[in-house]
């Protein structure tokens, strides 16, 4: 499985890279304009004389994911994050993770916070029923104050408390 390092670009929009098994490195920077960035760095390479950028409007970012593979759902998220005043959170399951194999509802509470949606392969499941069971791979999307967020994400992956006011 591919690692996907994600950072958020205050005021810019979000980076996303992997490193390639080659030790290429292939980077997204998702503009909020709605345009993006892909930087490629050759392996090895010491300085930027390895790397290639190219600015992407919107339709030909959604034209170059859909020939790799890639799907509108991750998209319809970065837009949700996008929302002003609205926190919003997601994170991938990973094999080890707490909650993998097992229904949502297991989850523990936290003060404000909704799971809006579960993404699996390229359906995204909203508002799951507690009986709803995660696997791994799937994607958790979830809004409220961000403390709560970060508390359920520490539940999905340790299976601890959620809420962080407890």
Same mark, same amino acid.
């Given at each position: 499985?591919?690692?996907?390092?994600?950072?958020?670009?205050?005021?810019?929009?979000?980076?996303?890279?992997?490193?390639?098994?080659?030790?290429?490195?292939?980077?997204?920077?998702?503009?909020?304009?709605?345009?993006?960035?892909?930087?490629?760095?050759?392996?090895?390479? #010491?300085?930027?004389?390895?790397?290639?950028?190219?600015?992407?409007?919107?339709?030909?970012?959604?034209?170059?994911?859909?020939?790799?593979?890639?799907?509108? *759902?991750?998209?319809?998220?970065?837009?949700?994050?996008?929302? #002003?005043?609205?926190? *919003?959170?997601?994170?991938?399951?990973?094999?080890?993770?707490?909650?993998?194999?097992?229904?949502?509802?297991?989850? #523990?509470?936290?003060?404000?916070?909704?799971?809006?949606?579960?993404?699996?392969?390229?359906?995204?499941? #909203?508002?799951?029923?507690?009986?709803?069971?995660?696997?791994?791979?799937?994607?958790?999307?979830?809004?409220?104050?961000?403390?709560?967020?970060?508390?359920?994400?520490?539940?999905?992956?340790?299976?601890?408390?959620?809420?962080?006011?407890?």
């Amino acid at each position: 499985m591919v690692e996907v390092r994600r950072v958020a670009l205050p005021g810019v929009g979000v980076l996303h890279s992997i490193t390639t098994a080659d030790g290429a490195e292939v980077s997204v920077v998702a503009h909020r304009t709605g345009s993006s960035d892909l930087v490629c760095r050759r392996a090895g390479a #010491p300085d930027d004389s390895g790397t290639v950028s190219l600015r992407l409007e919107e339709d030909e970012a959604h034209t170059v994911a859909e020939l790799l593979g890639g799907t509108r *759902i991750v998209e319809s998220i970065a837009e949700l994050e996008a929302l #002003p005043g609205v926190p *919003i959170g997601w994170v991938t399951l990973d094999e080890d993770d707490a909650i993998a194999g097992r229904p949502i509802g297991e989850l #523990p509470a936290a003060s404000g916070v909704a799971v809006v949606a579960v993404v699996r392969d390229d359906h995204a499941h #909203p508002s799951p029923a507690d009986d709803f069971v995660m696997r791994f791979g799937d994607t958790l999307v979830a809004v409220g104050p961000a403390e709560g967020i970060e508390g359920v994400f520490r539940a999905v992956h340790t299976g601890a408390d959620g809420d962080a006011e407890a």
